[in-house]
């Protein structure tokens, strides 16, 4: 009999490669999707779906009853809110909710989706970022993914597992999209000149490595997810251009500049339901000089085996994009 695996988020960037790695792997899957979210990209998989009330706990846990999961991975979430308190209900007080509605069900593992944001950056160039060291986030996108950490973990009984991808890339991904835009226009615009340290990690990595996670005897236990290596500020770039076939006009916009801009939309949105693709708290993650992670723990106690570098994550990605006629 297939194990069955509820997946939150289900319609999104990441939800989506979810969806296809689980149901590869011979999981059966119900997908939770909002009443309004477009699924029109899932209709190839033999999936069901449902609707959950995050804010029920009552509601979660007849849900849970009713279809027994064996599995939940909550990938479901906000990277764009207006205040800590905003990102904070849905990001941590949210998830808190469907844990605790687990709790005294079937439910065999517990994988939550947080963020590398959760843990931040290190402020000097060199070393990277472990799975067990002081957590200092830089944006309130960051602290609401730590206290939902701190919620869960704190549950009695729950079998958790804390996933914290670094910056993830792929077919679908609509922001890191926003410089292949860019780039592929000519213009390669750059915050400041400091040295500095990124990590990437393909979607299909990360998909694997939690369903990796599903079978995993261990419980309470974080891992940093990247593809291992650290690049410099101009290596995304670099290898999108190569599979673009473009030049581009490269410049630094003095970091003044950007944070009076940042500072000017953050303003300018007040009022408005929507939060500008720049902001003073996107900033802070932009200009953070280190975010390469240490993803040993995951490869030993997970078997985590990244198949793809941002050269080669990139080449599908941009073949994606371009069949797809994104670019």
């Not at 995050?54 to 809110?81: F, M, Q, R």
């Not at 808190?96 to 065999?108: H, M, Q």
Request: aromatic share 10%; glycine share 6%.
């Amino acid at each position: 009999m297939q194990k069955k695996v509820l997946i939150t988020g289900a319609s999104g960037f990441v939800g989506y490669h979810l969806i296809a790695q689980a149901v590869a792997a011979g999981y059966a899957v119900v997908a939770a999707v909002r009443g309004s979210s477009a699924v029109d990209h899932l209709k190839g998989f033999d999936i069901t779906y449902t609707q959950l009330n995050y804010a029920d706990v009552d509601a979660l846990h007849k849900n849970i009853l009713e279809h027994g999961y064996d599995y939940i991975i909550h990938a479901s979430g906000t990277t764009k809110a207006k205040t800590l308190a905003d990102y904070n209900l849905v990001n941590a007080e949210y998830s808190r909710n469907l844990a605790l509605a687990s709790i005294g069900t079937p439910v065999k593992k517990f994988v939550f989706v947080s963020s590398l944001a959760a843990i931040g950056p290190l402020t000097s160039v060199g070393g990277s970022i472990s799975a067990s060291q002081t957590p200092t986030p830089v944006t309130s996108y960051g602290a609401s993914k730590l206290q939902a950490e701190q919620y869960l973990k704190a549950i009695d009984g729950l079998p958790l597992l804390v996933i914290r991808p670094t910056a993830v890339y792929g077919p679908r991904e609509k922001d890191i999209f926003i410089l292949f835009t860019s780039i592929n226009k000519g213009l390669e615009p750059y915050i400041g000149r400091f040295d500095q340290q990124l990590s990437f990690v393909y979607v299909k990595d990360l998909a694997a490595v939690i369903i990796l996670a599903l079978a995993s005897t261990l419980t309470h236990q974080s891992y940093n997810i990247s593809d291992g290596q650290g690049y410099d500020r101009y290596a995304l770039a670099d290898y999108a251009k190569a599979q673009l076939s473009k030049k581009t006009f490269k410049f630094h916009i003095p970091l003044p500049i950007v944070r009076f801009l940042a500072t000017a939309l953050d303003a300018l949105y007040a009022n408005s339901k929507a939060t500008p693709a720049l902001n003073k708290e996107k900033l802070a993650e932009l200009t953070a000089v280190n975010w390469v992670c240490d993803i040993e723990k995951a490869k030993m106690e997970l078997g985590y085996q990244p198949k793809y570098d941002l050269k080669a994550g990139l080449s599908e990605t941009m073949k994606w994009y371009r069949d797809n006629k994104w670019l």
